[in-house]
């Protein structure tokens, strides 16, 4: 594989809350190349949102490494953290709260391009933000000259802030739960404007907690649950066999035409198994008592990851 553009390794992120610590990564590793889409995978705390946002330095790492564009993110410094995240486009989970509230849809999209050098002659910056929002499905003139604040919907803000992602053509799309508000008609259209991106070389790190998105979008994918990496492999192969308890529950929630939709045999949570054992254990039907002790995540065949004491 080429060299990653974005690389964490043994990454492990804290928070403290109510007095004590929280660890919401544990030791994750990942890295993604150019022309290549991986997918993060798991339910909201997985550590989703987190994992993007320490790939970028947004967040103090507790311990590991974090490098982008093969530069290690706590050897460079803040100027240069600045120059190499201008490199990068970031989609945020909250369409609300990630747009200037003051200007129009289309001065938001603009205002990256326009931020980054001194030589973009205004007039093509907008031309260029006239057509990304086309593109994303936002071209009449009243949302164009909307104000972001009071004239779009949730789905619109975020169709802007994926526009706004991509008007610097970044090397590097983070896109976190990019679909989460569109209706179906607009949701295939969104996964292949940042796919062309990918075509084209930019790498993508997607979140999500829907298989059959991960499965679409991505080659490979990353199951993450309380922080760890309880499976990794091909995304097809998660959706169709998951290994890990996890990944299984994860697919047999998804939507199926012709089949009444069913709970996922998850286990009542009846007892705290302790920080030691394995994160999914208070959940999982599969537990026994080795459970106690996390398992480590191991090589089961080849791309194919797992950490599960049953297999």
């Not at 311990?63 to 970031?90: I, M």
Request: hydrophobic share 40%.
């Amino acid at each position: 594989m080429n060299t990653p553009v974005m690389s964490l390794q043994k990454v492990v992120v804290s928070f403290f809350s109510h007095g004590k610590r929280v660890e919401a990564l544990r030791g994750i590793s990942l890295d993604v190349a150019s022309g290549e889409c991986l997918a993060l995978i798991g339910e909201s705390g997985s550590g989703k949102t987190t994992a993007l946002r320490a790939g970028l330095a947004l967040l103090p790492l507790s311990g590991g490494r974090a490098t982008l564009f093969g530069e290690d993110l706590r050897q460079v410094s803040k100027g240069r953290r600045v120059e190499l995240r201008r490199r990068c486009g970031y989609i945020p989970q909250d369409p609300f709260g990630c747009l200037p509230p003051t200007v129009t849809a289309l001065e938001a999209v603009a205002e990256p391009a326009l931020l980054q050098s001194s030589r973009n002659c205004k007039r093509e910056v907008f031309e260029k933000s006239m057509a990304l929002l086309a593109e994303c499905g936002l071209g009449e003139k009243r949302i164009v000259e909307s104000k972001v604040s009071t004239s779009l919907s949730g789905g619109q803000r975020q169709r802007v802030s994926i526009a706004r992602a991509l008007a610097a053509d970044p090397a590097l799309i983070l896109a976190d739960e990019p679909t989460s508000m569109q209706d179906a008609s607009n949701r295939g259209k969104i996964l292949e404007i940042l796919l062309r991106r990918v075509n084209r070389g930019a790498a993508m790190v997607l979140t999500t907690h829907d298989l059959y998105l991960a499965a679409a979008a991505a080659n490979r994918g990353i199951v993450l649950y309380h922080g760890h990496i309880v499976e990794r492999g091909p995304t097809k192969a998660l959706l169709a066999e998951g290994l890990h308890p996890y990944t299984r529950a994860l697919a047999q929630a998804l939507p199926r035409l012709g089949k009444k939709a069913a709970r996922p045999p998850v286990a009542e949570k009846t007892e705290d198994f302790g920080p030691l054992a394995c994160p999914f254990a208070p959940r999982c039907p599969e537990r026994f008592e080795r459970c106690r002790q996390a398992p480590p995540l191991v090589n089961l065949s080849p791309g194919r990851d797992a950490a599960c004491w049953r297999l």
